[in-house]
């Protein structure tokens, strides 16, 4: 376990010394450390002679992870967030003779909708310089 820790701190020092010779600072405020996995000893390391703090969930390219990697509360997020969608949708455009769609709870939220909120757009549309429809010949 130990070899893990020093092998982390090594990287942090081997990052500090790339910022300080490329002119670049670290926000200490900024710098958190997330501890994964069940049985974590969650260690401390440091970065610039200070210790960094531990926080419990930190979001990645738009998706909230936690020390637990629960997606549960990622998916609610989404949901809410599709909700909203909807209730502009239907509230801000509405069409003349046309039905709106549902205000949809989590346990109805089709997997297409919550689809955008969970993953990165280029694995959604596929390569950069193709089109959606070339992207998306798989599906």
């Known amino acids: 376990m130990l070899e893990g820790r020093d092998a982390i701190q090594r990287d942090v ?4 010394r790339w910022a300080h010779e490329n002119l670049k600072k ?10 994964q996995g069940q049985g974590n000893p969650k260690h401390k390391y440091r970065l610039d002679g200070k ?12 998706v909230l992870v ?5 997606m549960s509360w990622q998916c609610m997020l989404a949901t809410q967030k599709a909700n909203h969608i ?11 003779g046309g039905g709106s769609p549902p205000i ?3 346990r109805e939220t089709s997997p297409g909708l919550l ?24 599906d």
């Open 115 to 138: 689809r955008p909120a969970l993953e990165p757009s280029a694995e959604r549309y596929g390569p950069v310089g193709v089109s959606p429809e070339e992207g998306n010949k798989n």
């Open 86 to 96: 909807l209730h502009e949708k239907k509230y801000g455009q509405q069409i003349e």
């Open 51 to 62: 210790w960094i703090e531990s926080s419990p969930e930190e979001k990645d390219f738009g």
């Open 13 to 16: 020092d081997r990052l500090e």
């Open 26 to 35: 670290f926000t200490q405020a900024k710098c958190k450390v997330l501890h």
């Open 104 to 106: 949809l709870c989590s």
């Open 66 to 70: 936690d020390e637990k990697l629960n």
